[in-house]
């Protein structure tokens, strides 16, 4: 595995790649809390059948980090797609094949909405895509959403700012059934992308400017618009998610096929929480495969 960073834009992307240098590139991004370590089970699969795995660290997380130390730490669904734009220029690709898990997911979907030409295909996992803006969810989603709630308060916003270990692990440990997957050595690996000096900033803002208690970064507005408005996702799609997911609640993602008037595929993990290529990687990697075997990356 290569260990290299790249400028993009406001931030120095910290990114692991492997695999063939002569493979197909495909990008994975991380969700939240995570980091790469989440595609550990799946990333020799992919180099096996050939393919060459980019997978970064996210604004805030592990090594990667803000040129200015002193800017603001926005966190918003559209910062982080921008950043991926700009890392995908630093790297010379145009257009690849676009994993994404969690906030992952989130940044695929809002490429494939908004700048479909630089992504070949897409696959997320964990998270739901409806057009339009984000309006408060069915109940039961609603009181799967607390710890967003928590975090749109003054006292949650202190103890995320002073407790991110305590709060990322509290996800992982509501998130998903127990099993092998989650053990203290497995977060352990993990924790440290966590102490980054941004973590919760970025953290904080990503969910409270999603919920209206920080305002949007006017930086973003017109990437941000252009996703709001698109209608359909045209771009070949791949959705995974687990069946016993207490985040993200299956029932989010019943009757999304409609959405998508390119190739799409759903898939659901049963015994499968939110972390699905930590819990069945195997399952991921084989759903992965059939899915970049049939669309590569034209």
């Not at 975090?151 to 992982?172: D, I, K, S």
């Amino acid at each position: 595995m290569d260990v290299n960073s790249v400028t993009a834009g406001e931030v120095e992307i910290t990114y692991e790649a492997s695999g063939p240098d002569m493979g197909q590139p495909v990008l994975l991004l991380h969700g939240w809390p995570d980091d790469p370590r989440s595609y550990d089970g799946v990333v020799p699969k992919l180099n096996a059948a050939g393919w060459r795995t980019i997978v970064p660290y996210w604004r805030g997380c592990g090594p990667t980090k803000f040129i200015n130390p002193e800017g603001p730490k926005t966190g918003e669904t559209a910062a982080l797609a921008t950043d991926i734009l700009a890392f995908m220029d630093g790297l010379g690709f145009s257009r690849l094949p676009v994993i994404g898990h969690d906030w992952g997911a989130r940044v695929a979907y809002l490429l494939a909405a908004a700048r479909p030409q630089r992504v070949a295909s897409i696959a997320a996992l964990s998270v739901p895509w409806a057009p339009g803006r984000i309006g408060v969810p069915p109940l039961p989603q609603v009181r799967a959403f607390w710890y967003q709630w928590f975090m749109n308060t003054e006292p949650g916003t202190a103890f995320v700012r002073e407790n991110p270990l305590a709060f990322a692990r509290e996800q992982w440990v509501a998130w998903s059934p127990p099993g092998p997957w989650f053990t203290d050595d497995t977060f352990g690996k993990t924790a440290p992308s966590f102490q980054n000096p941004d973590w919760a900033a970025v953290t904080l803002n990503f969910y409270r400017s999603r919920w209206g208690a920080d305002a949007p970064d006017p930086r973003f507005a017109e990437l941000r618009q252009v996703a709001e408005e698109a209608s359909s996702i045209a771009v070949p799609t791949l959705v995974i998610h687990g069946a016993t997911d207490t985040c993200l609640l299956p029932a989010s993602f019943a009757g999304q096929a409609q959405h998508f008037t390119g190739p799409y595929r759903q898939v659901e993990l049963e015994g499968v929480g939110h972390f699905p290529t930590r819990e069945a990687p195997d399952k991921v990697a084989e759903a992965l495969l059939t899915h970049l075997g049939e669309v590569g990356q034209h």
